[in-house]
């Protein structure tokens, strides 16, 4: 199974907002509503963000935003914060009964 | 607050076995929930590669699953995984985490723990 492909990088000044896509296939982010998308801090634990495409988990501002068309997932940060920069990953079930996940997006806020 | 911490060998020789396990507190490794083991080669991003329920059902990434096995062991709380045959290409941070109750994404992850094999 192929790795999702995801910008190697975003950047963004304080308050603006930015997207990183994540682009699949018919048979992993196409096939089912189920990408989810982790937050990844220096020497940290990922931690989920987003899960089935739009769905915040409790405690997740709404400031995180996440959306599909087709093949491509998205995940929108509005009024972007210092505490955002990070490395983004996304991640889809796929057809097959197993995960896959992008390649790993690295977020600067300048 | 369902906690997870990986631990075992930071150094593997190749052809041997790579085995770390996952300690779960605050949560019963019993429970109706899948536990899964991913990995994170320096400056690549994350890859699953399986998860396996207290009852024994177990899925694997397609690619390792000649190699690997992820037991449960409910009497520790614990779950692990055992990557055979292993090669400088297994050298990794390995995650535990827990399946969502969705089985669709993972809401608790250890700190990882960084394995190199190395001769």
């Known amino acids: ?110 | 607050q369902v906690q997870l911490q990986e631990s075992g060998p930071g150094l593997v020789k190749p052809s041997e076995t790579l085995s770390l396990s996952c300690t779960v507190s605050d949560y019963s490794i019993s429970s109706n929930y899948y536990w899964a083991w991913m990995r994170q080669p320096p400056g690549k991003g994350l890859e699953w590669i399986g998860s396996s329920s207290h009852t024994g059902n177990t899925y694997y990434n397609p690619s390792l699953k000649s190699r690997v096995t992820i037991p449960v062991d409910t009497s520790r709380n614990q779950f692990s995984l055992k990557l055979n045959s292993v090669t400088a290409a297994d050298t990794a941070v390995y995650y535990c985490a827990r399946v969502c109750s969705t089985g669709r994404c993972l809401d608790y992850w250890g700190q990882g723990t960084l394995v190199t094999v190395f001769s």
């Open chain 1, 1 to 110: 199974q192929s790795a999702l492909t995801q910008p190697a990088s975003v950047s963004g000044s304080p308050g603006q907002s930015i997207t990183i896509s994540c682009t699949g296939t018919s048979s992993d982010v196409g096939a089912y509503d189920y990408v989810s998308w982790y937050q990844q801090h220096p020497g940290k634990a990922p931690k989920l963000m987003i899960y089935d495409v739009s769905y915040r988990p409790s405690g997740i501002s709404n400031r995180f935003y996440g959306s599909k068309s087709g093949n491509t997932a998205s995940l929108t940060i509005s009024g972007l914060q210092v505490g955002d920069e990070a490395d983004y990953h996304c991640s889809s079930y796929t057809s097959s009964g197993n995960w896959v996940f992008g390649g790993g997006t690295k977020l600067a806020v300048l």
